[in-house]
C-alpha cells in the first residue's frame, strides 16, 4: 500500500464558504497522524509557481468562522497544458507532496483527475467546494448551504420592498447550470415562480400566472431566475412588463454577496468532516476519489463519477411541491 508522508492542500476555482473550515480539518487531521502539510496558494497556480508554506497547528487558527479562503484560489489556464502540469508535477515532488487535496469544483476535479493519471505517484482526493451544488457523491456540496442563506436573507429584504409598493421582483441568482440555490431559496421564501436551468418554464403560463396572481389579491411577487437559465432575467422582466401593466417591474441581480460571508454551521461541521475524512483517505491509501456526504454519511466517490452531471437530479419533491405551494 502506497504510504503518505506530506500532504499539499489547495483550494480552486470558485471559492466557497466552508472551505476555511475544511483546509483546518486537513491540517491538523494531518499533523495529528504524524504527516507534514503544505499550503499551496491560489489553487494549481501555486504548484506552478512554486508558492507553497509550511502548514502547522497555529497556521489555521480563528479561521472556522472566515468566508473565502486563507489559501486563496484562482482560475489557473497553465495546468490544462502539458507543460504546466509537468511543472507543477516538479515542484510537488522537489516539496516532497505525495498527496494531494484538492478543494473545488469539477473544473477542479478535472484538473486533478488528469493530473493523477498523468502522476500516480502523487495520491489525490477530492473535497467538493462550491456554491452550485452540482456534484454527484455528494448531496450537499461546501459553501451551498450558507449561500443559500444569504440569498434567503436578501430576498426576504426584497420582499419587504417589493410588498410596500406592490411590485415584481425578478431576481437572478447563482448556480451556473444549476438550479439548486433557486429551487431552495424559491421554496424557503414563497417565490411565485422559479425558473431554472433544469426544466423549461413558458413565460405564457409565467405571465398567466403572476396575472392571476395579482387579480387574487397578491401584493407582492416573486419571480427567482437562476443564472442558468436559459431565458434570462433581463428577457424574461422584459417580456413579462409587455402583459403585466399593474405591476411595477423591478430586477435585481444578487451577485458576488452570495459567496460571501461567514460559514453556516452545517458548511462548519460539512467541511470539517470532509477535510478529516480527505486526509484520512489518503492514508488509507486511496487516489482520484472525492470524499462527500450521503445519507449524512462521508463516503467515497470516484472522481470520474463525480463529475458526471447528467446523473445529479433536482430532488422531484421539491419541483413538484415548488409550483403547488407558490399559489
Ligand atoms: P471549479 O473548480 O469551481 O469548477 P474552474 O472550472 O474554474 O472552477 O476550474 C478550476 C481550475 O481547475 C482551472 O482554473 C484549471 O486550473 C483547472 N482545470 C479545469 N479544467 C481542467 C482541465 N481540463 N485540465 C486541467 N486542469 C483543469
Not at 274 to 284: E, K
Request: aromatic share 4%; glycine share 10%.
Amino acid at each position: 500500500m502506497r504510504k503518505i508522508s506530506k500532504i499539499g492542500v489547495l483550494t480552486s476555482g470558485g471559492d466557497a464558504p466552508g472551505m476555511n473550515p475544511c483546509i483546518r480539518a486537513v491540517v491538523r487531521t494531518a499533523l495529528y497522524n504524524g504527516l507534514e502539510v503544505v499550503g499551496i496558494r491560489q489553487g494549481y497556480k501555486g504548484l506552478i509557481d512554486n508558492d507553497m508554506m509550511e502548514m502547522k497547528h497555529r497556521s489555521v487558527s480563528n479561521i472556522l468562522n472566515l468566508g473565502g479562503t486563507i489559501l486563496k484560489t484562482a482560475r489557473c489556464l497553465p495546468f490544462k497544458t502539458d507543460e504546466g502540469m509537468e511543472i507543477a508535477y516538479q515542484n510537488a515532488k522537489a516539496r516532497g507532496i505525495d498527496g494531494l487535496v484538492v478543494i473545488g469544483g469539477d473544473g477542479t476535479f478535472t484538473g486533478a483527475l488528469r493530473f493523477s493519471r498523468k502522476y500516480p505517484d502523487i495520491a489525490v482526493m477530492g473535497v467538493p467546494g462550491t456554491i452550485d451544488n452540482d456534484l454527484c457523491g455528494s448531496t450537499y456540496t461546501l459553501g451551498f448551504d450558507t449561500a443559500t442563506n444569504t440569498v434567503i436573507e436578501a430576498i426576504d429584504k426584497i420582499r419587504d420592498t417589493a410588498d410596500a409598493h406592490d411590485r415584481l421582483f425578478f431576481i437572478e441568482v447563482m448556480g451556473r447550470d444549476s438550479g439548486a440555490i433557486a429551487l431552495r431559496a424559491g421554496i424557503s421564501c414563497g417565490a411565485e415562480a422559479i425558473l431554472l436551468p433544469e426544466r423549461t418554464t413558458a413565460i405564457d403560463d409565467l405571465i398567466k400566472n403572476l396575472k392571476d396572481g395579482h387579480m387574487n389579491k397578491k401584493s407582492s411577487s416573486i419571480v427567482i431566475v437562476a443564472e442558468g437559465d436559459k431565458n434570462g432575467v433581463w428577457d424574461v422582466a422584459k417580456a413579462v412588463q409587455k402583459e403585466v401593466k399593474n405591476y411595477d417591474i423591478k430586477v435585481t441581480i444578487l451577485g458576488h454577496l452570495q459567496r460571501g460571508g461567514a460559514p453556516s454551521s452545517f458548511d462548519r461541521i460539512l467541511g470539517s468532516r470532509l477535510g478529516f475524512a480527505a486526509v484520512n483517505a489518503l492514508i488509507a491509501g486511496e487516489s482520484q476519489k472525492m470524499v462527500g456526504l450521503q445519507a449524512n454519511q462521508i463516503l467515497m466517490t470516484d472522481l470520474e463519477q463525480a463529475l458526471n452531471h447528467h446523473e445529479f437530479k433536482l430532488e422531484p419533491d421539491l419541483l413538484q411541491m415548488m409550483d403547488i405551494l407558490s399559489i
